[in-house]
Protein backbone atom coordinates (compact mmCIF):
# COMPACT_ATOMS: atom_id res chain seq x y z
CA UNK A 1 0.00 0.00 0.00
CA UNK A 2 1.26 3.68 -0.67
CA UNK A 3 2.70 5.56 1.93
CA UNK A 4 2.42 9.22 1.07
CA UNK A 5 -0.89 9.90 -2.18
CA UNK A 6 -0.37 13.19 -4.19
CA UNK A 7 -3.52 13.28 -6.35
CA UNK A 8 -2.47 16.29 -8.44
CA UNK A 9 0.34 15.01 -10.94
CA UNK A 10 -0.17 18.69 -12.19
CA UNK A 11 -1.49 21.89 -10.96
CA UNK A 12 -1.93 25.49 -12.62
CA UNK A 13 -2.08 28.19 -10.51
CA UNK A 14 -2.31 32.37 -11.34
CA UNK A 15 0.60 34.55 -10.10
CA UNK A 16 0.03 36.20 -6.67
CA UNK A 17 -2.58 33.83 -6.05
CA UNK A 18 -2.51 30.82 -3.45
CA UNK A 19 -2.50 27.29 -4.25
CA UNK A 20 -2.98 24.02 -2.06
CA UNK A 21 -0.90 21.24 -3.11
CA UNK A 22 -2.49 17.47 -1.75
CA UNK A 23 -0.76 15.04 0.22
CA UNK A 24 -2.35 11.81 2.18
CA UNK A 25 -0.38 9.53 4.26
CA UNK A 26 -0.76 6.31 5.95
CA UNK A 27 1.26 5.11 9.01
CA UNK A 28 0.25 3.18 11.90
CA UNK A 29 3.29 4.64 13.64
CA UNK A 30 2.13 7.33 16.50
CA UNK A 31 5.71 9.37 15.72
CA UNK A 32 6.34 10.70 12.44
CA UNK A 33 7.65 13.92 10.75
CA UNK A 34 6.05 15.27 7.40
CA UNK A 35 8.06 17.14 4.78
CA UNK A 36 7.66 18.76 2.16
CA UNK A 37 10.35 19.46 -0.58
CA UNK A 38 10.65 21.27 -4.07
CA UNK A 39 13.01 20.26 -6.72
CA UNK A 40 12.91 23.02 -9.86
CA UNK A 41 14.30 21.88 -13.42
CA UNK A 42 17.53 22.59 -12.12
CA UNK A 43 17.30 19.12 -10.52
CA UNK A 44 18.05 19.53 -6.65
CA UNK A 45 15.91 18.98 -4.00
CA UNK A 46 15.26 22.14 -1.13
CA UNK A 47 13.82 21.52 1.94
CA UNK A 48 10.75 23.42 2.40
CA UNK A 49 8.79 22.98 5.45
CA UNK A 50 8.28 20.23 8.45
CA UNK A 51 5.84 19.02 10.43
CA UNK A 52 6.29 16.68 13.79
CA UNK A 53 3.20 14.42 14.51
CA UNK A 54 3.18 15.92 17.80
CA UNK A 55 3.01 18.97 17.02
CA UNK A 56 -0.07 21.25 18.10
CA UNK A 57 0.22 24.02 15.39
CA UNK A 58 0.64 24.08 11.68
CA UNK A 59 3.70 24.39 10.94
CA UNK A 60 4.40 27.91 8.61
CA UNK A 61 7.62 29.05 6.63
CA UNK A 62 7.06 32.16 5.20
CA UNK A 63 4.81 31.62 2.37
CA UNK A 64 4.69 28.01 2.64
CA UNK A 65 2.52 26.68 5.28
CA UNK A 66 1.54 22.94 5.90
CA UNK A 67 -2.48 22.60 6.71
CA UNK A 68 -2.03 19.04 9.26
CA UNK A 69 -5.08 17.44 9.43
CA UNK A 70 -3.66 14.40 11.75
CA UNK A 71 -7.36 12.33 12.08
CA UNK A 72 -7.46 12.61 8.06
CA UNK A 73 -3.86 12.07 7.50
CA UNK A 74 -3.47 14.74 5.52
CA UNK A 75 -0.94 17.36 5.40
CA UNK A 76 -1.66 19.66 2.50
CA UNK A 77 0.80 22.38 1.30
CA UNK A 78 -0.39 25.81 1.23
CA UNK A 79 1.82 28.24 -0.98
CA UNK A 80 0.61 31.35 -0.63
CA UNK A 81 1.29 34.77 -3.30
CA UNK A 82 2.08 32.55 -5.98
CA UNK A 83 5.46 33.49 -7.94
CA UNK A 84 6.71 32.61 -11.16
CA UNK A 85 9.55 31.03 -9.39
CA UNK A 86 7.51 28.53 -7.34
CA UNK A 87 7.09 26.19 -10.65
CA UNK A 88 8.64 23.34 -10.00
CA UNK A 89 8.28 19.92 -8.65
CA UNK A 90 6.59 19.17 -5.61
CA UNK A 91 7.18 16.14 -3.02
CA UNK A 92 4.96 14.94 0.16
CA UNK A 93 7.55 12.90 2.14
CA UNK A 94 7.33 11.32 5.74
CA UNK A 95 9.51 9.48 8.34
CA UNK A 96 8.47 6.79 10.36
CA UNK A 97 10.07 7.80 13.53
CA UNK A 98 9.90 3.88 15.70
CA UNK A 99 9.20 1.75 12.71
CA UNK A 100 10.97 3.27 9.61
CA UNK A 101 14.66 4.01 10.77
CA UNK A 102 15.85 7.17 9.43
CA UNK A 103 14.33 6.76 5.76
CA UNK A 104 12.21 9.20 4.18
CA UNK A 105 9.29 7.92 1.98
CA UNK A 106 8.04 10.14 -1.11
CA UNK A 107 5.05 10.67 -3.03
CA UNK A 108 4.89 10.57 -6.63
CA UNK A 109 5.17 14.67 -6.70
CA UNK A 110 2.94 17.07 -7.99
CA UNK A 111 4.32 19.80 -10.60
CA UNK A 112 3.07 23.26 -9.90
CA UNK A 113 3.09 25.48 -12.64
CA UNK A 114 2.90 29.50 -12.12
CA UNK A 115 1.05 31.23 -15.01
CA UNK A 116 1.62 35.24 -15.68
CA UNK B 1 28.16 26.04 5.07
CA UNK B 2 28.25 23.69 2.07
CA UNK B 3 25.63 21.93 1.18
CA UNK B 4 25.38 17.95 0.13
CA UNK B 5 27.47 17.99 -3.00
CA UNK B 6 27.21 15.01 -5.77
CA UNK B 7 29.59 13.84 -8.28
CA UNK B 8 29.12 13.81 -11.30
CA UNK B 9 25.96 15.89 -11.79
CA UNK B 10 25.57 13.86 -15.49
CA UNK B 11 26.57 10.71 -16.24
CA UNK B 12 26.41 8.35 -19.67
CA UNK B 13 27.93 5.04 -19.41
CA UNK B 14 27.14 2.36 -22.00
CA UNK B 15 25.37 -0.66 -20.87
CA UNK B 16 27.89 -3.43 -19.11
CA UNK B 17 30.14 -0.39 -17.93
CA UNK B 18 30.68 0.63 -14.10
CA UNK B 19 30.22 3.67 -13.03
CA UNK B 20 31.11 5.29 -9.24
CA UNK B 21 29.03 7.98 -7.78
CA UNK B 22 29.85 10.25 -5.04
CA UNK B 23 28.21 11.78 -2.18
CA UNK B 24 29.76 14.50 0.15
CA UNK B 25 27.21 14.97 2.96
CA UNK B 26 27.11 18.36 5.19
CA UNK B 27 30.34 18.22 7.53
CA UNK B 28 29.18 17.08 11.07
CA UNK B 29 25.97 14.89 9.66
CA UNK B 30 26.56 11.62 10.61
CA UNK B 31 23.27 10.18 8.50
CA UNK B 32 23.40 9.42 4.63
CA UNK B 33 20.86 8.40 2.71
CA UNK B 34 21.03 7.32 -0.93
CA UNK B 35 17.56 7.63 -2.99
CA UNK B 36 17.11 6.76 -6.76
CA UNK B 37 14.46 8.45 -8.77
CA UNK B 38 13.82 6.65 -12.21
CA UNK B 39 12.05 8.61 -14.87
CA UNK B 40 8.80 8.91 -13.65
CA UNK B 41 8.18 7.07 -11.05
CA UNK B 42 8.89 8.05 -7.13
CA UNK B 43 11.86 8.94 -5.63
CA UNK B 44 12.87 5.50 -3.54
CA UNK B 45 15.01 4.86 -0.74
CA UNK B 46 18.09 2.75 -1.15
CA UNK B 47 19.70 3.17 2.05
CA UNK B 48 20.97 4.77 4.92
CA UNK B 49 24.30 5.20 6.88
CA UNK B 50 25.06 6.00 10.39
CA UNK B 51 28.79 6.95 10.41
CA UNK B 52 30.62 4.23 8.31
CA UNK B 53 28.02 1.73 9.53
CA UNK B 54 25.14 0.60 6.93
CA UNK B 55 22.21 1.10 8.94
CA UNK B 56 19.32 0.23 6.34
CA UNK B 57 20.54 -1.22 2.67
CA UNK B 58 16.88 -2.45 1.98
CA UNK B 59 16.07 -0.35 -0.61
CA UNK B 60 19.53 -1.68 -2.79
CA UNK B 61 18.04 -2.98 -5.69
CA UNK B 62 20.27 -5.89 -6.40
CA UNK B 63 24.20 -7.40 -6.06
CA UNK B 64 25.24 -4.84 -8.63
CA UNK B 65 24.91 -1.49 -6.55
CA UNK B 66 27.36 -1.39 -3.86
CA UNK B 67 27.88 1.78 -1.87
CA UNK B 68 30.43 2.70 0.82
CA UNK B 69 31.17 5.02 3.22
CA UNK B 70 34.84 4.34 4.63
CA UNK B 71 35.53 6.56 7.65
CA UNK B 72 32.34 8.36 7.94
CA UNK B 73 32.61 10.80 5.51
CA UNK B 74 31.49 10.93 1.86
CA UNK B 75 30.40 8.16 0.84
CA UNK B 76 30.20 6.19 -3.32
CA UNK B 77 27.36 4.52 -4.82
CA UNK B 78 28.49 2.28 -7.12
CA UNK B 79 26.80 0.12 -10.20
CA UNK B 80 28.53 -3.06 -11.86
CA UNK B 81 27.83 -3.86 -14.48
CA UNK B 82 25.37 -0.84 -15.43
CA UNK B 83 21.65 -2.51 -16.88
CA UNK B 84 19.57 0.19 -18.62
CA UNK B 85 16.96 0.34 -15.86
CA UNK B 86 19.72 1.90 -13.84
CA UNK B 87 19.16 4.84 -15.54
CA UNK B 88 17.66 8.07 -13.38
CA UNK B 89 18.40 10.13 -11.10
CA UNK B 90 20.54 9.86 -7.61
CA UNK B 91 20.06 11.39 -4.60
CA UNK B 92 22.09 11.82 -1.91
CA UNK B 93 21.13 13.26 1.21
CA UNK B 94 22.33 14.14 4.94
CA UNK B 95 21.23 15.08 8.54
CA UNK B 96 22.04 15.03 12.05
CA UNK B 97 20.50 14.39 15.17
CA UNK B 98 19.05 17.53 17.18
CA UNK B 99 18.83 17.30 20.59
CA UNK B 100 18.06 13.45 19.83
CA UNK B 101 15.62 14.56 17.01
CA UNK B 102 16.58 13.33 14.00
CA UNK B 103 16.83 16.40 11.67
CA UNK B 104 15.35 17.04 8.18
CA UNK B 105 17.32 15.80 5.22
CA UNK B 106 19.30 17.80 3.33
CA UNK B 107 19.32 16.99 -0.10
CA UNK B 108 22.33 17.41 -3.13
CA UNK B 109 21.51 18.20 -6.87
CA UNK B 110 21.53 14.65 -7.55
CA UNK B 111 23.56 12.52 -10.60
CA UNK B 112 21.54 12.02 -13.40
CA UNK B 113 22.73 8.04 -14.86
CA UNK B 114 21.67 7.34 -18.44
CA UNK B 115 22.72 3.85 -19.53
CA UNK B 116 22.57 3.43 -23.18
Known amino acids: AQKITQTQPGMFVQEKEAVTLDCTYD???????LFWYKQPSSGEMIFLIYQGSYDQQNATEGRYSLNFQKARKSANLVISASQLGDSAMYFC?????????????FGAGTRLFVKA | EAGVTQFPSHSVIEKGQTVTLRCDPI?????LYWYRRVMGKEIKFLLHFVKESKQDESGMPNNRFLAERTGGTYSTLKVQPAELEDSGVYFCASSHLKQGVNTEAFFGQGTRLTVV
Open chain 1, 27 to 33: TSDPSYG
Open chain 1, 93 to 105: AMREDNTGGFKTI
Open chain 2, 27 to 31: SGHDN
